[in-house]
């Protein structure tokens, strides 16, 4: 029997893509022996304010940015290039079908884990993937066992969860970074940095790198 390969899915806004989420991508490759990860930036997100979120093209092209140089790491804009609203089941299902070889894993934060169930057609979720869920340290592990118990019980989901360590930062907190006019670099890879300077994303003019601060000539691929 032909090996199937193991592939992560790491969705999200990603509005913008910070250092975070490629730390629990690559923590999830490590510890789940993951072939390759995912990241897929969301379409239109039908459970949030859309307000604040940038086009999908601009999210998809920085996350883009983040991932190069990482040979096991790739972007999908299958949600993106998607009309109307985006659901993970949809998203999921057509990977099972036009890849019937590969095993995909779905990575979330705690957060997510709870909330999974105010998804769309979440027993379909939990068919087409096998969850890799992140511990963080406002959940405790015994909430997130139980949920992932819960869960199980309930939908037959298979469940991990994965070790990262402790990440307090969130795309929401480095926009509000922004509007404070507060530095968020660091918190965002070099390029992504750049990217948002060049073209005055979230960032205000007054926080534009002087002269000696780093030339700003990044690729937008």
């Known amino acids: 029997m032909k090996k199937m390969k193991k592939t992560g899915i790491m969705g999200g806004?990603?509005?913008?893509i910070h250092i975070g989420h490629l730390l629990i991508a690559e923590r999830a490759r490590e510890q789940f022996l993951l072939d390759s990860v995912l990241f897929m930036p969301s379409g239109v997100p039908y459970m949030k304010d859309c307000r604040e979120v940038l086009p999908g093209k601009i999210r998809a092209e920085?996350?883009?940015l983040a991932v190069r140089g990482n040979p096991f790491f790739a972007v999908s804009t299958m949600e993106v290039d998607r009309k109307g609203k985006t659901y993970t089941y949809e998203t999921l299902e057509s990977l099972q079908v036009q890849n019937p070889d590969t095993e995909y894993y779905f990575i979330l934060g705690a957060d997510s884990l709870f909330k999974i169930e105010e998804w769309k057609n979440p027993g379909r979720i939990f068919a087409a993937c096998h969850i890799l869920a992140a511990v963080r340290e406002d959940r405790s592990l015994e909430d997130m066992e139980k949920q992932a118990l819960h869960l199980q019980k309930k939908y037959g989901a298979r469940i991990d969860l994965l070790q990262t360590g402790r990440m307090e930062i969130s795309s929401s907190m480095?926009?509000?970074?922004?509007?404070?006019?507060?530095?968020v670099r660091y918190l965002v890879p070099d390029v992504v940095y750049d990217?948002?300077?060049?073209?005055?994303?979230y960032i205000e003019e007054n926080e534009m790198t002087q002269k000696g601060d780093g030339e700003l000539g990044h690729e937008k691929s």
Not at 174 to 183: F, G, M, N, V, W
Not at 195 to 201: A, E, G, P, V
């Open 13 to 16: 806004t990603f509005n913008p």
């Open 174 to 183: 480095i926009r509000a970074l922004c509007r404070e006019k507060k530095s």
């Open 195 to 201: 990217y948002m300077l060049q073209n005055k994303l």
């Open 62 to 64: 920085m996350t883009g």
